[in-house]
């Protein structure tokens, strides 16, 4: 499929955020609307599946509603419809997937089903309408994907490329910031709360062991969390005040020190020329400022706002698809566990 000016139409409903976007070309963001179920799930300390079905149900239709009339657009002005497939909440995903095929029936469009872990990729490409390009990240290139599901090294050497160089023997990165800070009675997603405790800490304070194992390119985040659970209770035993912001600053550092180092060593080792940050836990201060402060490779990493789930990174992938020629037909099934990448 080949056409200037390609506009999709993205809709994710992977988790709890209800989200529609109309990107062109893979690139340009024309409207991003999110619809956030994250204070209804706070009181539960985490996603609440059956709930956030409900609300996708309740949302989705005036948030893509929003997303097109933010554009100045209506359904004659798209070229394609790309949708989170997968992985997710299968009762969740189904609201957004059909959705969706009953638009592409509509109209005609074109429709493709995208893995959620390929748009937050792809979120690396994106760019406002209303602002100048940013560079485009070159191939071959490392990703490092950090989300609340996920926490892998990824070696890209060419659009829709995945190869899988490493990722987590236990929590995801993003998973084991809302233990930690439900550990330490931060609020829910633990991710921007630790990040905001550990401002008023010292990130030396506590020698948290960093998230490594031997193994070159995988994670593991279990020994960092009970050695945080440990030093919770010890202090708890002793009746002494926990010093939250400093244990919470030290295991951002822990964190943050292993993604980065793995990131680039793996970079140089596979023989990537740049490097791209994505997932949710990439709108983390420190491990932006890590990344920042490193001057061997170009990294890319999206706008803070594209970090966390979004429906544009969805509209940016299925954008690669078209140009492919890669479509879904109208009966594709969602996919709850959807790996991206291979080791192959
Ligand atoms: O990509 P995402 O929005 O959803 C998934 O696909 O999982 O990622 C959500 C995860 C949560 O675990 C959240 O705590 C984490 O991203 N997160 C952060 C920050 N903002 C969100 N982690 C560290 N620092 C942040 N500022
Ligand atoms: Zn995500």
Known sequence: MKQTNMRVLGIESSCDETAAAI?????????????????????????YPELASREHVKAVHATVNEALQQAHMGLGDLDGIAVTRGPGLAGSLVVGVNLAKGLAL???????????????????????????PTPEPKFPLVALLVSGGHTELILMRGHLQYQLLGGTSDDAAGEAFD?????LE????????????????????????????NDPWNFSFS??????LRTVEDFKASKKQ???????????????????????????????????VAGGVSANKALREAFRSQT??????????????????????????FMADEFSALDFDVQANWALATNA
């Open 179 to 183: 233990k930690v800070a439900r550990l």
């Open 23 to 47: 990107v062109e070309n893979g690139r340009v963001i024309e409207s991003n609307v999110i619809a956030s179920q994250v204070d209804l799930h706070a009181q539960f300390g985490g996603v």
């Open 223 to 228: 020994g960092l969390k009970t050695a945080v």
């Open 296 to 321: 061997e490779f170009r990294v890319h990493i999206p706008h803070i706002s594209l970090c966390t789930d979004n429906a544009a990174m969805i509209a940016a992938a299925g954008y690669r698809h």
């Open 242 to 276: 926990l010093p939250t912001a400093d244990i919470a600053a030290s295991f951002q550092a822990a964190v943050v020190g292993a993604l980065f180092e793995k990131t680039i060593a793996a970079a140089k080792e596979f023989g990537a020329i740049e490097i791209i």
């Open 106 to 132: 509509s109209t005609d469009l074109p429709i493709v089903g995208v893995n959620h872990l390929e748009g937050h990729l792809y979120s690396a490409w994106l760019y406002p309408a209303d602002s100048k």
């Open 186 to 213: 931060l609020g829910y997603p633990g991710g921007p709360s630790i990040q905001k405790a550990a401002m008023q800490g010292n990130p030396r304070a506590f020698n948290f062991p960093k998230a490594r194992l």
